[in-house]
């Protein structure tokens, strides 16, 4: 398959960096073929701090990927998270410019530019402009206004804001782990990419991702984004509430986390041990004493969550509930604990959407790398779309000169 096929997605997170590449097919369905992940360092709550340390990180990903798929990494996706990411929502109002009052793309380009000005800090940048609908003449609830007859057209859009030294400082490490980046997207609208289902992006619902070190949120209705948020608060947070309490290193509280980490304590046989090794030698824990420890972290993060849902602004109903992503979603009970709490059905998501070697991949620590490159494959398909169209306009109006040139 030739190289302009191949999407690869970069995922830079607080406590693992992951390179996925996926094939696109001829039916442009997704195929994962290699994945490369290793610890993250220079990175603290989505946030740089170590260019070098970062972009060691990168390449040692990116090489372990290349050796799995067969496949020389030259660009990628890269993931967006940090605390510094937030969203707005604004309208642009244009007057239909053709005579017979049809919209164009021009019109609707001109109406999202019309929605892009708003009051930017010095240090903040536009990370995406995303369509939610399009009103025409007063008439909402328009996905693809291209074609339609009216003299008003509005658009309703969600714009994502991020900080530009960030921005930038990421796109510094990647470039120096010797990438080219082919777009930066934001790490929940990816996740959503891997783990919605088709009626989930029709209906109200909410993306939350539990990485390392952030909890990204993201709110859809009716397949746009409506909201989307970032907290500086993530699983790692408790492996370090596990090695505090238990008085143990980081390493041994992150393998207990995953092997044993639970958050219901009432859930827990009081008979249940394991055992543990420190300074003074090996003793037992009850899992009820880990789930005790851990129970009060989650439940703060998912207060923040519901904190978060309510600050969006969003007055509706969100059927379709709360997904669950992220390597922190995979401990015992957080299904159940937030259901509770946020009072919503909850689900853990999965990556659904691709093919290939999903075996390898079918975690959640993987939904924000296989979105980017779902991502990517239709940024490829539209860009394709868009250069036959041109193609054929040429054809045609090479045609027209040549029947001029054979009549005359």
Not at 63 to 83: C, D, F, L, P, W
Not at 113 to 128: C, G, Q, T, W, Y
Not at 240 to 248: E, F, P
């Amino acid at each position: 398959m030739p190289q302009n096929r191949i999407v690869v997605g970069l995922d830079v997170g607080s406590t693992k960096v992951a390179a996925m590449v996926g094939e696109i097919t001829e039916l442009g369905e997704v195929k994962i073929t290699g994945i490369g992940e290793c610890p993250s360092n220079g990175l603290r709550k989505g946030i740089i701090v170590d260019i070098d340390g970062v972009a060691r990180s990168i390449l040692q990903a990116v090489q372990s990927a290349e050796r799995m798929s067969g496949q020389k990494i030259v660009s990628a996706y890269v993931g967006v998270t940090g605390a510094h990411i937030y969203s707005v929502n604004n309208k642009g109002v244009v007057a239909v410019g053709n005579k017979d009052g049809e919209i164009s793309v021009a019109d609707v380009e001109r109406a999202v530019s019309a929605a892009k000005v708003i009051n930017l800090p010095l240090d903040k940048e536009v990370l995406h402009v995303i369509p939610r609908q399009y009103v025409v003449d007063g008439y909402d609830g328009i996905l693809d206004p291209v074609g339609m007859v009216g003299s008003r057209l509005e658009v309703e859009v969600s714009i994502i804001i991020g900080a530009s030294a960030s921005i930038q400082n990421l796109g510094k490490a990647v470039s120096r782990a010797g990438l080219h980046i082919e777009g930066f997207v934001l790490n929940p609208l990816a996740s959503s990419e891997a783990v919605l289902q088709p009626v989930e992006r029709d209906l109200a619902s909410v993306v939350v991702d539990i990485g390392g070190g952030t909890t990204e949120i993201s709110l859809f209705d009716e397949d746009g984004l409506w909201f989307a948020s970032i907290l500086p608060v993530g699983a790692y947070h408790v492996t370090s509430d596990l090695a505090v309490g238990l008085r143990i290193p980081l390493s041994q509280a992150e393998r207990i986390k995953i092997e044993h980490g639970c958050v219901l304590s009432n859930l827990m046989p009081d008979e249940e041990y394991i055992v543990i090794s420190n300074v003074g030698g090996q003793r037992k824990v009850s899992k009820k004493v880990l789930a005790s420890i851990i129970e009060p972290r989650m439940q703060e993060i998912l207060h923040m969550i519901k904190q978060e849902i309510k600050s969006s602004g969003f007055k509706g109903v969100i059927p379709a509930g709360v997904i669950f992503t992220g390597g922190g979603c995979c401990l015992d009970g957080l299904a159940e604990l937030a259901a509770e709490h946020l009072d919503m059905p909850v689900r853990i998501g999965y990556p659904c959407n691709v093919g290939g070697m999903i075996d390898m991949v079918n975690n959640p620590r993987y939904a924000t790398g296989i979105g980017l490159i779902i991502y990517g494959s239709r940024r490829m398909a539209s860009q394709e779309a868009a250069a036959d169209s041109d193609n054929n306009f040429k054809s045609y109006i090479n045609s027209i000169k040549s029947w001029f040139k054979d009549l005359f």
